[in-house]
């Protein structure tokens, strides 16, 4: 993956070839878990054609390039937090804020909650991209 080092404010996040280098770093392991997620045609599009992310500031030209809507997109969104979570972990860095500002621990307290943590963990793991252990792979989609 390319990163955008420019000093001009990027546009999108991922631009179909770059990362913006302008952002956070749970951002960008958020981005790289989208990458290792999206079969190779999507790798190519503008926020790998899920719509608007979290800094995109073209947002017309980010629903143009959208090609996954609905439960489908939510799917993945889920699966790529998740898995940005699990690089965060792996790498050292502190992932509540991540959990806190992805929502995942939001309504906790009810079991709905515990359940799609655990059911968006086994896809993961059952489509290779973490281990048993739970730790992230370098898998990417075919």
């Not at 979570?85 to 050292?92: K, Q, R, S, V, Y």
Request: hydrophobic share 40%.
């Amino acid at each position: 993956m390319g990163v955008r080092s420019d000093a001009t404010p990027a546009p999108f996040g991922w631009d179909g070839a770059r990362l913006s280098g302008q952002t956070e770093a749970y951002v960008l392991l958020h981005e790289i878990a989208h990458y290792q997620l999206a079969p190779m045609d999507r790798r190519r599009l503008i926020e790998f054609g899920l719509g608007p992310g979290p800094d995109t500031t073209d947002y017309p030209g980010a629903e143009r390039a959208a090609v996954l809507h609905g439960i489908e997109r939510d799917r993945e969104e889920a699966m790529a937090s998740l898995l940005g979570i699990l690089w965060e972990t792996a790498l050292g860095h502190p992932a509540l804020a991540s959990f806190l500002d992805q929502n995942w621990l939001e309504g906790a307290a009810d079991s709905r909650a515990a359940r799609h943590f655990t059911d968006v963990l086994h896809r993961l793991i059952a489509d290779g991209f973490v281990d048993a252990r739970s730790r992230p792979t370098f898998l990417t989609r075919a």
